[in-house]
């Protein structure tokens, strides 16, 4: 028991109202801003993708603490999408933002990809795309400064997507377990999830920039290369944690970052009610 989830999870509708978004929101950096637009085009498809291949086992699982940490990831993630595709949306309607294509890509992608593999591979893939999106949100909550110091809209919007993250990180890797548990499917899948995931984000942030004529930016690019190497850092910090899920007997939760969340939801709860009041 150990290494089950040791907090509750818990579904929350954020609503969130879009503002006039800049169109550089992130420290005015087109390489930064371009690349979290393209880690927020893949999120809607990408999170129903992973309900997908968590549901087609749901009646598998007998464990009712498990078969209701289902129902609560399920719950977040499609809350999650519903979120990133009004965020989305306004970037295409605010500055006309190429993205239409791009979230068609992800939808022809991700439908081959229920074709091509198995059901256990899915599952597999999900397994390790949980991993990054639970290890970038730890580094986004150990380092919320950066994010923090943007418009608080949306600075929230992407601290509550970590917030969940965090706590639903096992629960696509539990039902794994309980339903395969193959170490060496983990394994390819991750390498597969880790190629995926660095060629769709940063292939949409190339394009992106390319259509602004900011690929020559190189006061921004600088800028971005420190955001991921040096402050905060989040693609050098990640890799002990990353490496770690190529341990046999590794869990999500061995890296217990429940301290990150508490007081964050807490504020999160109460920025979302003074926004509902004040609407
Ligand atoms: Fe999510
Ligand atoms: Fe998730």
């Not at 169109?23 to 997908?52: C, K, Q, V």
């Not at 970038?136 to 110091?149: F, R, Y």
């Not at 970590?162 to 990180?169: G, M, S």
């Not at 499917?185 to 940063?202: G, Y």
Request: no cysteine; proline share 4%.
């Amino acid at each position: 028991m150990a290494n089950k989830t040791p907090l509750t999870i818990t579904v929350r509708r954020m609503d969130y109202d879009i503002p006039t978004i800049p169109r550089y929101w992130f420290d005015n950096n087109p390489w930064i801003t371009h690349f979290m637009n393209a880690l927020s085009t893949t999120f809607p498809d990408g999170e129903r993708f992973f309900i997908h291949a968590v549901r087609n086992f749901e009646q598998d699982i007998k464990d009712p603490v498990l078969r209701a940490q289902i129902r609560a990831f399920i719950g977040q993630e499609a809350n999650h999408g519903k979120e990133h595709e009004a965020f989305n949306q306004a970037l295409i309607d605010q500055h006309q933002l190429p993205l239409t294509n791009k979230i068609q890509f992800m939808k022809n992608a991700l439908a081959y990809a229920k074709k091509r593999y198995s059901k256990r591979h899915q599952l597999a893939l999900t397994v390790g795309f949980e991993h990054f999106t639970a290890i970038l949100a730890d580094q986004m909550l150990k380092n919320p400064a950066a994010i923090e110091k943007l418009n608080a809209m949306y600075s929230d919007m992407f601290l509550w997507h970590a917030v969940e993250e965090t706590e639903h990180k096992a629960v696509a890797f539990d039902v794994y377990q309980e339903v395969d548990g193959s170490y060496l499917l983990r394994v390819q899948a991750m390498l597969e999830a880790t190629f995926f995931f660095l060629l769709l984000s940063f292939r949409m942030q190339h394009s992106l920039l390319k259509h602004d004529g900011k690929l020559g930016d190189w006061r921004s690019a600088l800028g971005f290369a420190k955001f991921l190497l040096v402050s905060p850092g989040i693609l050098t910090r990640i890799i002990p944690q990353y490496l770690d899920f190529y341990r046999p007997n590794f869990h999500p939760w061995q890296h217990d970052n429940r301290h990150l969340i508490t007081g964050r939801v807490k504020a999160l709860e109460s920025n979302a009610l003074r926004a509902m009041e004040a609407a």
